[in-house]
Structures are given as structure tokens and as C-alpha cells.
């Protein structure tokens, strides 16, 4: 979050395409989990957890979880650790696949 604050989009000084990436990366985002939750037929509590466990880290999956309901922070804390599971494979191809494409 503190790395958040301190964003200064007047630095990307005509770099819109970084920024373009991310915002297409966060609709992409959207779009998955939106389509997952429907396939799924999951309720969107998990939609909302899950993305924040994605996005926001395991200490405020848990967080989000228990909004809900407090009995509900334990599957924020599996949420979590399985985004953190996945996400460090998924990071890794992510860094291949933007080696290839420059």
C-alpha cells in the first residue's frame, strides 16, 4: 500500500503504455474472476476475497473475508495462501511471456 501512495503518474512523462498494461491487466482481472464466479456458480464473496487475495496480499484477504461474516476469515486465509501458491508460478510465466514479447 505505501508503494501505492507514493505513485506519482506525472513521472510516466509520455510512458502511457505501462499504464495502458495495467489497466488492461486489472480488466483482464476483472473479466476471469467475474466468468469463474459465474461457471463456478459461486456466490460473489469469493469473488471478492479472491481478489483480493490476487491483488491485495494475504493480510487483507482474511480482512474482506470476515466483512462478511467473522466465521468466514479462515477461507480468506486458505484464499491466500492458494493466490500465493499459484501466483508465484503464474508471476514466473508472466516474466517469460513479457521476455518473448520484446
Not at 57 to 76: E, Q
Request: charged share 5%.
Amino acid at each position: 500500500m505505501t508503494i501505492g501512495m507514493r505513485l506519482d503518474l506525472f513521472a510516466l512523462q509520455g510512458n502511457f503504455g505501462l499504464l495502458a498494461v495495467v489497466v488492461l491487466w486489472m480488466i483482464f482481472h476483472i473479466l476471469v474472476m467475474l466468468l469463474a464466479a459465474k461457471w463456478l456458480r459461486a456466490p460473489y464473496f469469493f469473488v471478492a476475497v479472491g481478489s483480493q487475495a490476487n491483488i491485495g496480499g494475504v493480510a487483507t484477504a482474511p480482512a474482506v473475508a470476515s466483512v462478511f461474516h467473522p466465521s468466514l476469515a479462515p477461507v480468506g486465509v486458505l484464499l491466500a495462501v492458494l493466490s500465493h501458491i499459484l501466483g508465484t508460478y503464474g508471476g514466473i510465466l508472466s516474466a517469460w511471456l513479457m521476455q518473448w514479447a520484446l
